[in-house]
């Protein structure tokens, strides 16, 4: 069956780091986009980076550009997304997901505060 499951999530100061990780099974990893989205309290979710398949095409949320970058390593059925310049705002559960079919991770809490 389809999974995803995210990892690298945490406590940051703010202008701090954070590479998260979401590890694909289940499925040819290779033929779709990913996308990493979050929620924070309060919150409705929200598109933060998604990847394409083969072309490696990128999308950034406007909040997100020129600070976070989404790539993928399709040998090892893994989309990271790495944080700079985190910020306050930022904080929020983290979730992967593969569009056609609509399937989730369970998230990854992260955390920007000092």
């Known amino acids: 069956q389809v999974q995803l499951v995210e990892s690298g999530g945490g406590l940051v100061q703010p202008g701090g780091s954070l590479r998260l990780s979401c590890a694909a099974s289940?499925?040819?990893?290779?033929?779709?986009?990913i996308r990493w989205h979050r929620q924070a309290p309060g919150k409705e979710r929200e598109l933060v980076a998604g990847?394409?398949?083969?072309?490696?095409?990128?999308e950034y949320a406007d909040s997100v550009k020129g600070r976070f970058t989404i790539s993928r390593d399709n040998t090892k059925n893994t989309v990271f997304l790495q944080m700079n310049s985190l910020k306050p705002e930022d904080t929020a559960v983290y979730y992967c997901?593969?569009?056609?079919?609509?399937?989730w991770g369970q998230g990854t809490q992260v955390t920007v505060s000092s």
């Open positions: 997901q593969r569009i056609n079919g609509d399937y």
């Open positions: 289940g499925f040819t990893f290779s033929n779709y986009w």
């Open positions: 990847i394409d398949s083969g072309t490696g095409i990128t």
